[in-house]
């Protein structure tokens, strides 16, 4: 099993955990990062439909993890946020894992690091690539060309800090 492999068993067992479904779970994960959402919003964000929204609304709703509010404005807009309890409770059940990947980066120096965030955002990016239905373009020259660093998969730098 691979790093993605752990990842997904992660949050396998952390939707057992609350007694929520990986998409009930990935729901409410967007309502955490990126709320208050309207339900509209959720869908386009989640990539449901607005029916399948209201329904895993109403679970997470039943289950005490978000509210729902008509906006004040525009009546049939309603929007929702997760409840504070609810919010606390994934940070203490997520901190385990965010702390020992703390403690994991403390092995690798500041340039090796900055080789591994570039590469996953690069990979995170290769993935909304293939999600939005993007071509599966290349992100940086091919290996083979001139000034690519075949070790990395990049183009080579001048110096040994440039940019980097």
Not at 91 to 105: I, T, Y
């Amino acid at each position: 099993m691979g790093y993605l492999g752990a990842a997904s068993d992660f949050d396998e067992g952390l939707a057992k955990k609350l007694k929520l479904s990986r998409t009930d779970l990935r729901c409410l994960d967007l309502i955490g990062r990126l709320g208050p959402l309207t339900a509209g919003r959720l869908a386009e964000e989640s990539g449901l439909t607005t029916g399948a929204v209201t329904f895993i609304l109403d679970r997470l709703e039943e289950a005490g993890m978000v509210t729902r509010r008509r906006d004040t404005e525009d009546r049939r807009r309603v929007w929702v946020e997760i409840v504070p309890d609810a919010q606390q409770r994934l940070r203490d059940l997520q901190q385990p894992v965010a702390d020992e990947m703390r403690r994991v980066s403390q092995h690798f120096g500041e340039d090796e690091l900055a080789i591994v965030r570039d590469y996953m955002r690069q990979a995170k990016e290769a993935f909304q690539r293939q999600v939005s239905g993007g071509s599966a373009g290349q992100v940086g020259p091919h290996p083979a060309e001139p000034g690519a660093d075949p070790q990395r998969g990049t183009a080579a730098t001048e110096g040994p800090s440039e940019g980097k």
